[in-house]
């Protein structure tokens, strides 16, 4: 991507590669639109793909791959075991994050999994700057307890705080001096921070951080599912990164780190995941987990063909002019929000766009879940699919009380290389439609709710008869356009 300024003085994002595979996309009418929201329970998640028009659910797995990668693909080594793919992706990681071993799974969870199984034990705790679904669920699911030690500013919606992902360090110290270094499992820093809005962390926050938990023997582990926009974010705002290139950076960043572990649904452009190892002696530990759970050592889920692209994604994930793409359509698109007024969340991270549903619905109460019906709102004024990241991505507590989230926020992800201008154009333009009728907007609550991971699979209806009054308004001012 480049920045580019056109005689009109506008500065806009200017794509630098070409599109030479296309899929063809619906836009189905409001009506339909509307039908197959309610046969999805209000739930997102539950939509058919062939429903919906631009998917900004998420950006796991739905990257666009490149010519190379592709390429790469069809040269796969298939094996069982020991196929020179495997060798290939191992030498990369090593080459990228200067650790000699390497776990492959067949997602980031399932790393997850792994790593809770090895290292929780009941009654730890696993501090982390904030949580994500799946690595809370690991955690908590092996008695272990998490503790989220963001600073104050990753909470705050608006800001002008660069590095809102950032550990908060003093109160890391103060656990360590409460509950002791043994009663810790490990330290978890997730960079970027994916629920409160793909906000990076400082390379100062990294090293800082992880001087704390090494002055105390506890082990450091990095969830670099999201490690690219940082980079990007590190480069761009951090005033001792400018003069580094992002290998060089990613090498700062990995060397602060015992354990690296990753999506590759998201970091490499591919599909499935890993744990990047430094020490032998906790890869031996961690090591029959793989071929019990995942696969061989050797392929560990993974097929062949994603490996390739994986390793062909990592050479692109150093190359700034790659990974700025997502965060250039997002800052274009927090802007073009912020500026009619919405509620977003700033500044700009990673990810995607984050609609802060509170100020959005502020007549809509926590417990209605005003990020669901937000979510569900805009799919029905538009079709495009963002995710509830809130209070329906919570679990209840073991005494069956719901917890109220920290932000109520509908995350609208654009995945990499993926979309156009003009449909992240069009996805604004109809947010900011859906801002004018507010009002209209009411709150939804469960038909049937799951208790692990409700958010997956919950049903919802809408709370009464906001969902014809909000499809009248928009027939009323756009009587015959999709
Ligand atoms: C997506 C994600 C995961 C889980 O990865 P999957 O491949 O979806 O299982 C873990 N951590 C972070 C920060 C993520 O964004």
Request: a negative charge.
């Amino acid at each position: 991507m480049a920045k580019v300024t056109f005689f009109s003085g506008q500065q806009l994002p200017l794509e630098m590669h070409k599109v030479r595979i296309i899929q063809k996309l619906t836009l189905h009418p409001i009506e339909e639109r509307r039908r197959a929201m309610a046969e999805a329970g209000y739930n997102t998640f539950l939509l058919q793909n062939a429903d919906v028009f631009l998917d900004m659910l998420t950006d796991s797995g739905v990257n666009a791959m490149s010519d190379q990668q592709q390429a790469a693909m069809l040269i796969a080594d298939d094996a069982y075991a020991g196929s020179a793919t495997f060798t290939r992706l191992h030498r990369k990681l090593i080459e990228v994050f200067g650790m000699d071993w390497f776990l492959p799974t067949h997602q980031g969870r399932a790393a997850e999994h792994i790593l809770a199984q090895a290292l929780v034990q009941p009654g730890t705790f696993v501090p982390m700057n904030y949580h994500f679904t799946t690595s809370k669920a690991h955690v908590t699911a092996r008695g272990g307890e998490v503790r989220e030690l963001i600073t104050a500013a990753g909470l705050e919606v608006t800001s002008d705080n660069q590095f809102k992902g950032n550990f908060d360090v003093a109160a890391l110290r103060a656990l360590i001096a409460e509950q002791g270094a043994e009663a810790i499992a490990y330290v978890r820093v997730e960079a970027g921070t994916n629920l409160i809005g793909g906000q990076p962390l400082s390379l100062a926050n990294f090293r800082e951080t992880t001087a704390v938990a090494r002055e105390h023997g506890i082990l450091t582990v990095l969830d670099a599912s999201l490690l690219a926009d940082n980079l990007h974010f590190n480069k761009t705002r951090e005033e001792q990164c400018r003069d580094m290139t992002i290998p060089e950076i990613t090498r700062a960043i990995a060397d602060c780190f015992d354990v690296i572990y990753f999506s590759a649904r998201k970091l490499g452009f591919g599909r499935g995941g890993g744990i990047c190892i430094r020490d032998e002696a906790l890869y031996k530990q961690m090591r029959g987990l793989v071929p019990m759970y995942e696969g061989f050592l050797t392929y560990g889920g993974m097929s062949v063909r994603e490996m390739e692209a994986i390793t062909v994604g990592l050479d692109e994930t150093m190359d700034e002019d790659m990974i700025n793409q997502g965060p250039q359509f997002i800052e274009h698109m927090v802007a073009e929000l912020d500026a009619r007024g919405i509620p977003v969340i700033t500044p700009a991270g990673g990810l995607g766009a984050h609609l802060d549903a509170m100020r959005f619905l502020p007549h809509v109460p926590q417990q209605q879940y005003p990020a669901g019906a937000l979510a569900s709102a805009l799919y029905i004024a538009s079709g495009v699919r963002g995710m509830e990241r809130g209070t329906l991505s919570e679990q209840r507590d073991a005494n069956g009380v719901e917890p109220m989230a920290n932000m109520e926020l509908v995350r609208l992800a654009l995945p990499r290389r993926v979309f156009t201008l003009s449909q992240v154009n069009y996805a604004i333009d109809r947010i900011g439609w859906l801002f004018e009728h507010r009002d209209l907007v009411g709150g939804l609550r469960f038909v049937e709710e799951p208790e692990i991971l409700r958010f997956f699979y919950g049903r919802l209806e809408p709370i009464g008869g906001w969902v014809d009054e909000l499809l009248a308004a928009f027939r009323a001012d756009l009587a015959d356009s999709l």
